[in-house]
């Protein structure tokens, strides 16, 4: 017997609580849920929840307050629920510490992929974790991230420095959306300029090319328009 993955919603619209409750009754997790944002700092202070699901648009403080507050102190996966469509908000939530976004209105089957993805993601960040070095591999596309050789149906794929950090950046974090400026901080260091985009934008239609069989319909790299990347989540 493992311990159930918990999780804490803070969500203020009756709805949304009911729809996820119900999403989640038939998977394995203990779901607690708190109205507003301070009932949810509380209740996340108090039960450390492996997962935190957040909407934005609360009563009393603002949710991206709760990122803050909560990245004070915690890396506990956040996935924030926004009704909000604007590209910015996301972005702030994302740089401001959220794991990923899910966009109201959304079904289950999306809501439980992001759950399994975050929880797969903060369990792969856990030091020592063999997962952590463990190849990428979905769909024919392998990335050993020791020997740092790519292939693709079994056949090597030659990428610069560049595009195999940036492959396997993605990899590393498949199945989660990377900012822009995450991802450029991450390749070309704290001092680059993240207001442009060209460079990533370059470097990513090279990568595929090599990689994809047909670049203008991605099914490794996805853009998320405004946001950044998300890559093919790992088939383990
Ligand atoms: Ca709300």
């Known amino acids: 017997m493992h311990p159930k993955i918990s999780i804490i919603l803070i969500e203020d619209e009756m709805n949304i609580c009911n729809f996820i409750a119900t ?10 849920i708190a109205h507003n944002g301070n009932d949810g700092l509380s209740l996340i202070t108090s039960q450390c ?42 972005v702030l939530a994302l740089d401001a510490g959220a ?17 399994r993805t975050s929880i ?6 856990t030091i020592g974790n063999p997962l952590n070095t463990r190849p990428y591999h979905s769909h024919g596309l392998v990335l050993d991230f020791e020997k740092r050789i ?32 995450y991802i450029i901080g991450e390749i070309w260091g704290p001092y680059a300029d993240d207001s442009n985009n060209q460079i990533l934008r370059v470097n990513m239609a090279n990568i595929r090319r090599k990689i994809e069989e047909n670049p203008a319909e991605p099914k490794y790299v996805f853009t998320e328009i405004g946001i950044g990347y998300r890559m093919l989540e790992d088939e383990m």
Do not use: C
Not at 71 to 77: D, F
Not at 99 to 115: C, N, Q, V
Not at 120 to 125: A, F, I, V
């Open 120 to 125: 797969r993601h903060s369990n792969r960040m």
């Open 49 to 90: 929840p492996n997962i935190i699901l957040l909407d934005l648009g609360l009563p009393d403080i603002d949710g991206m307050e709760v990122i803050k507050s909560i990245r004070t102190w915690s890396s506990i996966p956040i996935i924030v629920i926004s009704a909000r469509t604007q590209e910015h908000e996301k």
């Open 150 to 181: 790519v292939s693709l149906n079994g056949t090597e794929i030659h990428l610069t420095q560049i595009e195999y950090k940036l492959l396997s950046l993605l990899a590393k974090n498949s199945g989660r959306v990377l900012t822009y400026s």
């Open 23 to 32: 999403a989640l009754k038939t998977s394995d997790y203990k779901l607690t």
């Open 99 to 115: 794991d990923d976004y899910i966009t109201k209105p959304f079904g289950t089957s999306e809501l439980l992929a992001r759950i």
